[in-house]
């Protein structure tokens, strides 16, 4: 499957921003998707994710400003960011992999595939 995230941006704190990814492939219904971020000089982490069965997780700091989702007939998934802080500021990158399992995975090595960050910047 192929990722592509859009939807990146400059805002002001307290702006909210809606960041999409498209993928291809003919099963993505049955595809776990997330998304992690990483900020300069820091490691990339771990933010949202939705699996298969449309079981949701989150980064504690973005719980309740953030909101993963998915259309299956579109092939997407999208994370809405409210009340962004100047700390979200990072490139998102969307990832998926195969679903089969019921809990959410975090972990980078869990996800297969991954597409082109998008640049999210938030301005004080």
């Known amino acids: 499957v192929q990722l592509q995230a859009s939807g990146g941006g400059l805002v002001q704190a307290g702006d909210s921003l809606s960041l999409s990814c498209a993928a291809s492939?003919?099963?993505?219904?049955?595809?776990?998707m997330a998304w992690f971020r990483q900020a300069p000089g820091k490691e990339r982490e771990f933010v949202a994710a939705?699996?298969?069965?449309?079981?949701?997780d989150y980064l504690e700091s973005v719980k309740g400003r953030f909101t993963v989702s998915r259309d299956n007939a579109k092939k997407t998934v999208l994370l809405q960011m409210n009340s962004l802080k100047v700390e979200d500021t990072a490139v998102y990158y969307c990832?998926?992999?195969?679903?089969?399992?019921?809990?959410?995975?975090?972990?980078?090595?869990?996800?297969?595939?991954w597409g082109w960050g998008t640049q999210v910047t938030v301005s004080s």
């Open positions: 990832a998926g992999r195969y679903g089969g399992r019921i809990n959410v995975q975090r972990g980078i090595t869990d996800y297969d595939y």
């Open positions: 492939g003919r099963t993505f219904s049955n595809y776990d």
């Open positions: 939705i699996n298969s069965i449309g079981y949701t």
